[in-house]
């Protein structure tokens, strides 16, 4: 037998492929190349592992990013929910898509991790690997936010930004959830319900709630 | 109520920028997982194969809690042939009334073991279920005489004692012997189901 690195897999599946997969509302849990995939994850194959980490590492991350509100511990909690995904591939029962089941262990493993980190009443890290200069200028997406705009106008927007996310960091965890799903990745009720395991109507009540909090945070009319 | 029509706070979380993640990331968790898979395949297979089954360990404890918590409840304890039993000098054998039968006694380095014609060295099941009988020990010497040491249940006085003593001259016995054929004195518990050695 083959060691299971050498399975000889063809994963067709790309980045893209998941991603126009979230679109669609009702879909059957696995397509073929999905199903592909899993088999590979199961048997442990190196690509298999690079086609995942490739197709969902970006939206996992800036998911967890928002929830968590901190790289070090996005990239921390987006490495155990791989890990995890992995672990659990073997008694995945293919009820929904490979995309959903990952959100759903993300989301799983960023509640723990700030249970954890709440209970240890930590409030923040400095990573020693992060280069102080490099973490205090913007990134290229925070300049790319309004290129049109002049700089002060940038700075502006940059300062409401962080009023957002300091507003966001103070929402309740199930409640930030669903914001963050709905309004800033552009998820839809069903992809959210299905992720959370809770039904539509649920969905939309936090998403409602959430954003009047919000709103009130911001001093934003209702 | 839900409202999902586009307001200010709408256009500044749409806004929220997406973040390119760090370019080692990638790297880190292909990997975590090729490490993770490696350990996997490293690993015994009865662990792996329990690890995989979470469901079945815990059906294993519940039976076995279950199994405990049954056992307690219908097995009645007698503590006195309790606390015979577990003495390694004792072996226990159950004397029907009028019994004439001849009992060997075979003492092990270890644990001695009672055998009748019929041959049993432990308690039978229907004697423990049946405590209100009379639980006589015996000493067995070298020279193969039986002699009544104690009577425990239900009351000993010197005529029982007697009285026992007198069945007991009515049994033949074997003396016991090490395995390496020194004879030994050994202890023995008799249960009478039936008190007839008082008449």
Known sequence: ?222 | MTNDTPTDLDALLSAVPEVTPPVHLHQRLVTALDLEALHHRQRNTWPRWLAEHPKLIGYGLGLAVATLLFSSLFVPVWHPLGYLVAEPNYAIVHVSQGSGQQIGLTLTATRPYLTSGKGFDTLPARLSGQPGGMLVIAEILPSGEARCVDVVEPKADAALVAAVNQALRGLTFCPATRPDGRPVTARIAFYLEHIAVRG
């Open chain 1, 1 to 222: 037998m083959a060691p299971a690195s050498e399975v000889p897999i063809s994963l067709s599946i790309s980045a893209d492929k998941v991603d126009t997969a979230s679109l669609e509302t009702i879909r059957p849990p696995l397509s073929a190349a999905e199903s592909e995939l899993l088999e590979g994850i199961r048997a442990g194959s190196h690509a298999a592992f690079e086609v995942l980490v490739t197709a969902h590492q970006k939206p996992l991350y800036n998911l967890l990013l928002r929830l968590l509100g901190n790289p070090d511990d996005a990239a921390d909690v987006l490495q155990e929910t791989f890990l995890s995904a992995y672990r659990g591939a073997s008694t995945f029962r293919g009820d929904c898509d490979i995309r959903t089941w990952l959100y759903r262990i993300a989301i799983r493993r960023a509640a723990n991790h700030r249970r954890w980190w709440r209970s240890r009443r930590q409030t923040s890290t400095i990573s020693l690997d992060t280069d102080v200069v490099e973490e205090a200028a913007p990134s290229l997406s925070e300049t790319l936010v309004a290129p049109n705009a002049d700089p002060e106008q940038q700075a502006l927007w940059r300062e409401r930004q962080a009023q957002v996310l300091a507003a966001l960091a103070k929402l309740k965890f199930d409640f930030r959830v669903v914001v963050v799903m709905r309004d800033i990745r552009g998820m839809s009720y069903e992809d959210i319900a299905a992720a959370l395991e809770i039904s539509v109507g649920t969905v939309k009540s936090r998403i409602a709630r959430g954003r009047a909090m919000l709103r009130t945070a911001l001093n934003l009319p209702a």
